[in-house]
């Protein structure tokens, strides 16, 4: 009697342990991908371009904001994070986001302070169903760095070709650059190229720039406007311009210089981010060493007035709709 009683424990106890994990891998109930942006990253570009793909996912997705950093996310059959870290906190807290496909955007190493280590975001990326970086060097860094291979795949940018639309450039010596402030857009160098060509005009699109201590004396130079106007106007200033400028020392994109491209812009940007795998060198655009100066930087714009190139063809590639179908094939190949 006794060891029938010790038998119909352990054997409860089996099927027990069994049920909590059969529970706990079970798949979801759900076909949704889920979009994770946290309250902190609206207004941000990276909001902008889960919304564009949210809305031309190909499945059922949507957008979701926990309503606090530590809420467990609701089942879904895949998770997208806009940043790592959001990622790797999810991983730590939320029993959910192992059940699903998950998948992290990974847009540049961080020279600000972070709360998680290297190895940490090594160790935490390769739980990752798919890490997709925003350009090809960013992937060849990750896995440099121990990430397995298989697991990052790069998702270059895109942006909207209907509202984009591509223009005669009017041959006036426009120099356009759209970017918010950041240390690392490298606002030195730009001020220092505004000077350096005083017979050209520049007009910079953006927003915070009153928080860089130069801004005042570049605000003062005659060749030199900036424009805080809403993203509905952003073609109508693009159309005023003959070539695209970006001068940041370390990007993930940017999306400005797809938009630029998509508007016929020559585009002259540093050699950072998906530049280098979007721009043929003297044939659709210019790219420059993130130390070059700003003479090597001005000899460049010389070039780009005179390149009678139709960027807009080489960029029709670039929408959110293609970029949204690789996204859904990722999300295809990752399930189990």
């Known amino acids: 009697m006794l060891q029938d009683l010790r038998w119909l424990r352990h054997y409860l106890r089996v099927r027990l342990i069994g049920w909590v994990r059969q529970r706990r891998n079970r798949p979801p ?144 010596g426009v120099v356009g650059l759209s970017c918010a402030y950041y240390p690392r857009k490298n606002p030195e160098m730009m001020a220092a190229v505004v000077r350096a060509m005083p017979d050209l005009h520049f007009i910079l699109i953006g927003k915070d720039w009153e928080q860089w201590d130069g801004f005042a004396a570049l605000l003062a130079c005659p060749n030199f406007e900036y424009l805080t106007i809403p993203y509905a106007d952003y073609p109508a200033a693009y159309a005023r311009m003959d070539v695209f400028l970006s001068t940041s020392a370390l990007e993930g994109g940017p999306i400005p210089l797809i938009e630029g491209m998509m508007c016929n812009l020559v585009p002259v940007v540093s050699d950072t981010g998906f530049a280098p795998d979007i721009i043929r060198h003297g044939e659709n655009g210019y790219l420059f060493p993130v130390d070059a100066d700003a003479q090597q930087v001005a000899g460049l714009i010389r070039q780009a007035l005179a390149n009678p190139c139709d960027v807009a063809a080489t960029a029709t590639h670039l929408s959110w709709q293609a970029m949204a179908l690789e996204l859904h094939r990722q999300v295809t190949d990752s399930r189990p």
Request: charged letters at 20%; one cysteine or more; aromatic letters at 8%.
């Open 29 to 172: 109930q759900t076909d949704e991908l889920l979009f994770v942006v946290q309250e902190t990253a609206r207004g941000w570009i990276m909001e902008t371009i889960c919304k564009n793909l949210c809305a031309h996912y190909p499945g059922r997705a949507r957008l979701h904001y926990p309503a606090a950093p530590h809420e467990p996310l609701p089942a879904a059959a895949a998770y997208f994070f806009v940043h790592q870290n959001e990622a790797i906190a999810a991983l730590a807290r939320d029993p959910n986001v192992w059940r699903g496909v998950r998948l992290v955007q990974y847009t540049h190493p961080s020279h600000e302070s972070t709360v998680v280590r290297a190895a940490e975001i090594v160790y935490a990326l390769n739980h990752q169903s798919r890490v997709l970086t925003m350009n090809s060097r960013a992937r060849e860094a990750l896995i440099a760095s121990g990430v397995r291979p298989e697991r990052v795949a790069t998702l270059v940018g895109a942006s909207d070709p209907e509202r984009f639309r591509p223009h005669q450039r009017p041959g006036t």
